[in-house]
């Protein structure tokens, strides 16, 4: 596991994730940068799979961009804790990961699910982003490479204080 702030668009992985609105149509944010950058097939990939539901993940081709694949998958909206939402997170990381390696991805690049409009505290989402990564990694040797791809401070402090940490060490 790897953490870097950056650009998903220039990630030279074979999969880069992008956090959709569950209509899967570019609607916000990174997705619609992605939805963008790959170019209009991907769009069309996106319509013909027909939405997806929180947890799920769903793969396209990446088009335009550097990566081969982008696997989408819909974060929960943050309602306080009380409604399963950390697990289901947990299973967007958990989702993408299968997918990942169901097709032969080794590197794949994800951003911070969950924060932002989705209102996940930061802290959070970064422990079960890298626990859920982690705990992957250590059944499957098959991914080479999962990369953080981080925008702001507070969300890239959060990320490296969990990576340093003995807890979350290989």
């Known amino acids: 596991m790897e953490i870097v702030e950056g650009d ?3 990630q030279n992985t074979q999969a880069v994730v992008s956090a959709v609105h569950f209509s899967m149509l570019g ?3 990174l997705d619609s940068q992605l939805i963008r950058a790959a170019g209009h097939e991907v769009m069309e990939e996106c319509k013909a799979l027909g939405g997806c539901d929180f947890g799920v993940a769903k793969i396209t081709s990446g088009g335009k961009l550097r990566a081969k694949y982008i696997i989408h998958t819909a974060a929960p909206v943050y309602r306080g804790g009380s ?3 950390a697990e289901l997170l947990a299973k967007c990381y958990r989702n993408c990961l299968d997918l990942a390696v169901r097709h032969d991805v080794m590197r794949i690049a994800f951003p911070a ?3 932002g409009a989705n209102g996940f505290p930061v802290d959070l989402a970064a ?3 890298v626990k859920t990564v982690n705990d992957f990694l ?3 040797t098959q991914l080479l490479l999962v990369r953080f791809v981080l925008n702001g401070k507070e969300v890239y ?3 490296e204080l969990l990576l340093k940490s003995e807890f979350f060490k290989r």
């Open 8 to 10: 998903m668009l220039s």
């Open 27 to 29: 609607a916000k944010g």
């Open 83 to 85: 409604s399963g939402e």
């Open 113 to 115: 699910l969950g924060v």
């Open 127 to 129: 422990k079960i982003a």
């Open 138 to 140: 250590h059944s499957n």
């Open 157 to 159: 402090k959060s990320f």
